[in-house]
């Protein structure tokens, strides 16, 4: 029996979330029932971040044991023939016996996107946020930065979470503009759930002046969703790194 690791790209655009249901359809299953015709075994992946419907992911990291003989390097190319275009598997690997994709994980990195101009994309409409009207981007990045250190996030979890503590510590968290485009990365020990969403929709309520930056303060005081935006759509939320010390 080996542990093998597989890095994941997918467009949840098409999907429930990572995590398998009975009401809909998962990136999980997909890739389960893959593997289960590549290796002819029942196959249980568990996976770094259970991204929400639509949320998409260009680095997700899944483990999962196999008494398949295929060359671990090998699994990702196999692999890619037998699911549907919206999931690739961009690296496959060996890994030790007691490496656990979620609890071994010392940090995530997220990328929120926005669209600013009057009119949709034709290409980006399922990767990123549109917002029409002008939003104040010195007031958005100056909020960005609010985030960076040790916080109570406990205000900007969603209902339905099951974490029992809510402090974490935020490495990186910037608001950069290129054009018509703004991009929001963030970079942490943990997330809550929603809490990228709602960051992000926190920050665009501030861009549209309905909110004043000194509202990020006042929640981790007041542990109130109240004091936040809207939790943003999820297609313009996208996993991008999942952090280890070390894999093998």
């Given at each position: 029996m080996r542990r093998i690791a597989l890095i994941l790209e997918y467009d949840g655009g098409p999907y429930c979330g990572w995590q398998r249901q009975k009401n809909g359809l998962s990136v999980q299953a997909v890739a389960e029932n893959a593997?289960?015709?590549?290796?002819?075994?029942?196959?249980?992946?568990?996976?770094?971040?259970r991204t929400d419907a639509g949320v998409h992911a260009l680095y997700q990291v899944a483990h999962f044991d196999t008494e398949s003989r295929i060359p671990a390097?090998?699994?990702?190319?196999?692999?890619?023939?037998l699911l549907p275009s919206t999931i690739r598997v961009t690296g496959s690997l060996q890994v030790r016996s007691d490496f656990h994709a979620r609890f071994d994980a010392k940090g995530?990195?997220?990328?929120?996107r926005i669209l600013n101009r009057p009119h949709q994309s034709a290409?980006?409409?399922?990767?990123?946020?549109h917002l029409p009207t002008p939003l104040d981007f010195?007031?958005?990045?100056?909020?960005?930065a609010l985030f960076l250190g040790r916080h109570d996030f406990s205000a900007f979890m969603a209902a339905g979470g099951s974490a029992k503590t809510f402090t974490r510590e935020m490495t990186a968290s910037t608001l950069q503009k290129n054009g018509d485009e703004l991009l929001f990365t963030i970079c942490g020990s943990g997330f809550l759930y929603n809490m990228?969403?709602?960051?992000?929709?926190?920050?665009?309520?501030?861009?549209?002046?309905?909110?004043?930056?000194?509202?990020?303060?006042?929640?981790?005081?007041?542990?109130?969703?109240?004091?936040?935006?809207?939790?943003?759509?999820?297609?313009?939320?996208?996993?991008?790194?999942?952090f280890y010390d070390s894999m093998a």
């Open positions: 593997l289960k015709r590549l290796c002819g075994e029942e196959i249980a992946l568990t996976g770094a971040s390097e090998k699994f990702s190319f196999a692999l890619n023939t995530k990195s997220y990328e929120y290409l980006k409409a399922n990767t990123h946020a010195g007031a958005m990045a100056e909020a960005a990228v969403r709602i960051i992000a929709g926190t920050l665009i309520a501030i861009g549209q002046g309905k909110l004043a930056p000194g509202c990020i303060p006042r929640a981790y005081q007041s542990r109130s969703r109240l004091d936040l935006g809207p939790t943003a759509p999820a297609h313009g939320l996208c996993l991008t790194r999942v």
